[in-house]
T-cell receptor
Framework: DTGVSQNPRHKITKRGQNVTFRCDPISEHNRLYWYRQTLGQGPEFLTYFQNEAQLEKSRLLSDRFSAERPKGSFSTLEIQRTEQGDSAMYLC?????????????FGPGTRLTVL | AQSVTQLGSHVSVSEGALVLLRCNYSSSVPPYLFWYVQYPNQGLQLLLKYTSAATLVKGINGFEAEFKKSETSFHLTKPSAHMSDAAEYFCAVSDASSASKIIFGSGTRLSIRP
């Protein structure tokens, strides 16, 4: 069990550029979650997958955001035409869901700074 | 809709003193409740969780929390604070029926005075 990993750990980009983050969950975990955390706030739910299927998306996830988990393993989160308001820590979590009370294990996050 | 309110964005205690971090929740369905800790530049680590079994939940690092339905509270306590406990603590709730997304509070930063 190597834990949830996220790459890159830091990303600095200019407004209007596209960025993509990757999350590798704990092996065998069937659920994968994305959250966004801004300074001084708790994480906010963005979306989650069960295997390949994206089961829920938050209203926070505008049309510029897209997430995929093509083979039910790693996931990518892409932000198109970044805005300064997208600057935040993007957290990924995974869990083994067996019907109830799954525990979500979080990665270290990707810190995005949009200039 | 579910929500969590953490009372006090910053709590400071002396080393060896009692730690009490307050959390109240709102949920129209039976909730699961969590406390997570976040150290600087690190991800969230689960301290403990309540899933409708025992109302007093023991977690890692000597922390525990008590679910009080009548008060809609889930306060976190530790009898004796250590310097290493300095971190950000988040209370969170999820829907027990779907056990999916977690709704987090805004966090309480715990400082420990020598």
């Amino acid at each position: 069990d190597t834990g949830v990993s996220q790459n890159p750990r830091h990303k600095i980009t200019k407004r209007g550029q596209n960025v993509t983050f990757r999350c590798d969950p704990i092996s065998e975990h069937n659920r994968l979650y994305w959250y966004r955390q801004t300074l001084g706030q708790g994480p906010e739910f963005l979306t989650y997958f069960q295997n390949e299927a994206q089961l829920e998306k938050s209203r926070l996830l505008s049309d510029r955001f897209s997430a995929e988990r093509p083979k039910g393993s790693f996931s990518t989160l892409e932000i198109q035409r970044t805005e300064q308001g997208d600057s935040a820590m993007y957290l990924c979590a995974s869990s083994l869901y067996r019907g109830s009370a799954d525990t979500q294990y979080f990665g270290p996050g990707t810190r995005l700074t949009v200039l | 809709a579910q929500s969590v309110t953490q009372l006090g964005s910053h709590v400071s205690v002396s080393e060896g003193a009692l730690v009490l971090l307050r959390c109240n929740y709102s949920s129209s369905v039976p909730p699961y409740l969590f406390w997570y800790v976040q150290y600087p530049n690190q991800g969230l680590q689960l301290l403990l969780k309540y899933t409708s079994a025992a109302t007093l939940v023991k977690g890692i690092n000597g922390f525990e929390a008590e679910f009080k339905k009548s008060e809609t509270s889930f306060h976190l306590t530790k009898p004796s604070a250590h310097m290493s406990d300095a971190a950000e603590y988040f209370c969170a709730v999820s829907d027990a029926s779907s056990a999916s997304k977690i709704i987090f509070g805004s966090g309480t930063r715990l400082s420990i005075r020598p």
